[in-house]
T-cell receptor, first 117, second 112 residues
Framework: GAVVSQHPSRVICKSGTSVKIECRSL??????MFWYRQFPKKSLMLMAT?????????EQGVEKDKFLINHASLTLSTLTVTSAHPEDSSFYICSARRTSGSIDIQYFGAGTRLSVL | AQSVSQHNHHVILSEAASLELGCNYSYGGTVNLFWYVQYPGQHLQLLLKYFSGDPLVKGIKGFEAEFIKSKFSFNLRKPSVQWSDTAEYFCAVNAHGQNFVFGPGTRLSVLP
């Protein structure tokens, strides 16, 4: 079964509105979660690394004021797309990092398809 | 910095054909290696992983991958593909404590 839950799976919004996407690790605590963006027929593009209890680390070229990340607990990270515009339409995917001893695996959420009208 | 390359952008095979998808990485130290699969309309799923030990790793659905340290490679193989294997396959690498780096992906189309 799924170990990472992402919600909503699809959202359609008007230009200028904000959209919040949730990412939850279901049966483990994740001190680190990641947010990716996937363009059609392209690979994953890492947007930011979300660390529980501290500020997110954004990749170069990603606007931190536009893509707000909050990782308030060990099982929940949220991505808020503020003042969304049509060019923000994309598929957003989160993942949670599970580490135990030498084990280090990322588990992915099902993704959120954002369409900005 | 780490990087991951995948040899093929798009592979088209007939059912029962054998599959090998190439993956090479650049990093001199100890790495963990992964193959993820994304079926059409679905999320990324872990196919198999290598942390240490036997360099030949067996995953789900009959897939296997071989880690060849001297070649910095982690190629994915399946002796006989099925139509249901049609998907996008991503190779990923991470060094201990560092971020994952994904390859650009290889689209596999299996013709019935």
């Amino acid at each position: 079964g799924a170990v990472v839950s992402q919600h909503p799976s699809r959202v359609i919004c008007k230009s200028g509105t904000s959209v919040k996407i949730e990412c939850r690790s279901l049966d483990f605590q994740a001190t680190t979660m990641f947010w990716y963006r996937q363009f059609p027929k392209k690979s994953l593009m890492l947007m930011a690394t979300s660390n529980e209890g501290s500020k997110a680390t954004y990749e170069q070229g990603v606007e931190k004021d536009k893509f707000l990340i909050n990782h308030a607990s060990l099982t929940l990270s949220t991505l808020t797309v503020t003042s969304a515009h049509p060019e923000d339409s994309s598929f957003y995917i989160c993942s949670a990092r599970r580490t135990s001893g030498s084990i280090d695996i990322q588990y992915f959420g099902a993704g959120t398809r954002l369409s900005v009208l | 910095a780490q990087s991951v390359s995948q040899h093929n952008h798009h592979v088209i095979l007939s059912e029962a054909a054998s599959l090998e998808l190439g993956c090479n990485y650049s990093y001199g130290g100890t790495v963990n290696l992964f193959w993820y699969v994304q079926y059409p309309g679905q999320h990324l799923q872990l196919l198999l992983k290598y942390f240490s030990g036997d360099p030949l790793v067996k995953g789900i659905k009959g897939f296997e991958a071989e880690f060849i340290k001297s070649k910095f490679s982690f190629n994915l193989r399946k002796p006989s593909v099925q139509w249901s294997d049609t998907a996008e396959y991503f190779c990923a690498v991470n060094a201990h404590g560092q971020n994952f780096v994904f390859g650009p992906g290889t689209r596999l189309s299996v013709l019935p």
